[in-house]
């Protein structure tokens, strides 16, 4: 079968979701293209002739990217195409897609499913759990890694890679979509074929190493073999990891040498310093637990880069100044990408946290174009709040403003909301650097649940469809 796979985006990532997917279809024979269009012009004729178009949407900014070009592809080819949609967001999104626009949702573990399906043998599942042995990705399928994000240190900018040691997590935080999927499972990837990868990268050019998983550390021994065995074939390549407040704090010992091995930085998801929002969250992990992580990290070396919810129902005016002081007294503005102080809660299908009541009494009803639950904030402030700091953000993301001007714009538009609150609060911006290296960071300023700008809209002329 002719196939074409599809990625919209992955965090300026070379998208380890297609290159995956082409390897098991290739193995089983399948005749297989993609298509990058966070990178790459999607010509109308790149529609035509593939018997099967699947689409990677392994988050809430990818499904948003690719609509516009699933309902075109629909309208070109009507039935003579069948469409896919993959990844974590494929079973999230159905109830939001129209009768008949796609053929096949797969979330989960989806290379063989993709592959039974290409097949003619369809998986009755939109969530596969099996355990896969996995195949090196087919990353000669996309553009070259100097295409994607690099790592700034220094100024210093590194081709960097993605791959990913799991999938799933353990735990059930109840706004993140993974435990909606996986339930509390983890799937890993063989060492052996991660180090091969990882091996066909650094000879590609990459110098720099995104571990992907939603939480690395949640299979410790499995994380640090992984580390070991990647610094054993690319002793001078550096990494970064995703790993929660709560294991930053019981793994000191192990932070320390995966410092040893490469670890540059640590993504966290902090989210909030509203002990009632860590609450409804299930974050396992109050507010000056985040203050210690962050002083721990920066004794070993490792810069911390919180990810940030700002916006819930629960969140106050008086929590969203206590968070941009957060970043501003501990001297986070190069560490915190402006779009973190903008992020509204999603809630998309099958989240645990329309089981709360906490969350029902907010609830608007499902809204098929965002693919997700509305809400709407006690306080109207905060959602005029969200609107603004959303536009002023995606418009200098756009731009290419210096991030230290948006976070500046951002606490001078939330003084104006203070004000008018009556709430007295300075909105004194982030002075320079207050010495020392210069804070690691990727080169991609955007995140995987922010709406897309009008720019990544327009990207491929998605818009125009």
């Known amino acids: 079968m002719n196939v074409l796979l599809i990625s919209c985006y992955e965090l300026g990532h070379q998208p380890l979701h297609v290159a995956s997917a082409g390897a098991f279809l290739r193995a089983a024979g399948h005749d297989v293209a993609a298509l990058d269009l966070s990178v790459q012009n999607l010509d109308e004729g790149d529609l035509d002739s593939p018997e099967l178009v699947a689409v990677a949407v392994p988050m809430h900014t990818a499904i948003r990217l690719a609509m516009p070009v699933v309902r075109a592809l629909r309208a070109r080819r009507g039935r003579d195409v069948s469409i896919a949609l993959f990844g974590l967001y494929a079973p999230l999104c159905s109830r939001g897609l129209e009768p008949g626009l796609v053929d096949a949702v797969i979330g989960g573990e989806y290379e063989e499913a993709l592959v039974r399906f290409a097949n003619g043998q369809p998986d009755t599942r939109s969530i596969v759990l099996d355990r896969l042995r996995f195949l090196p990705p087919a990353r000669d399928l996309l553009p070259g890694l100097e295409r994607y994000t690099r790592l700034l240190i220094d ?4 081709v960097t890679g993605y791959v990913e040691a799991s999938r799933g997590c353990v735990h059930r935080c109840r706004h993140c979509p993974v435990p909606a999927v996986y339930d509390g499972r983890i799937r890993v990837w063989q060492r052996d074929t ?37 610094h054993e074939r690319c002793p001078a390549l550096t990494f970064d990891i995703t790993t929660k407040v709560e294991h930053i704090l019981e793994h000191p010992g192990v932070l320390e040498e995966l410092r040893s091995l490469g670890l540059l930085f640590i993504v966290s998801a902090v989210e909030s310093m509203s002990a009632d929002v860590l609450r409804v969250l299930d974050k396992g992990h109050a507010p000056d637990d985040a203050r210690q992580a962050l002083r721990l990290c920066r004794s070993l070396g490792i810069e911390l880069r919180p990810s940030l919810l700002p916006f819930t129902p629960w969140t106050t005016l008086p929590d969203h100044l206590e968070l941009l002081d957060f970043v501003h007294d501990e001297g986070l503005a190069d560490s915190v990408d402006p779009v973190q102080l903008t992020i509204r809660l999603l809630v998309p299908d099958r989240s645990l946290l329309l089981a709360r009541p906490e969350m029902r009494e907010h609830l608007l009803g499902y809204d098929a174009p965002s693919f997700s639950h509305t809400w709407r904030h006690p306080d109207p402030r905060m959602d005029d709040l969200q609107n603004t700091l959303t536009t002023v953000v995606a418009r200098d993301a756009d731009a290419g403003v210096d991030p230290r001007a948006t976070h500046a714009a951002i606490r001078r538009a939330t003084a104006e909301a203070a004000a008018a609150a009556g709430l007295v609060w300075s909105c004194e911006v982030p002075g320079e650097d207050r010495g020392g290296p210069a804070r690691p960071r990727l080169s991609e300023p955007w995140f995987c649940c922010a709406e897309p700008t009008p720019a990544q809209m327009g990207v491929a002329g998605a818009a125009s469809y």
Do not use: C, K, S
């Open 194 to 230: 991660l180090v091969e990868d990882v091996g066909h990268l650094w000879d590609a050019g990459m110098r720099h190493l995104t571990f992907g998983d939603p939480d690395f550390l949640n299979a410790v021994p499995h994380a640090l073999a992984t580390a070991r065995a990647v």
């Open 155 to 158: 100024g210093e900018e590194r």
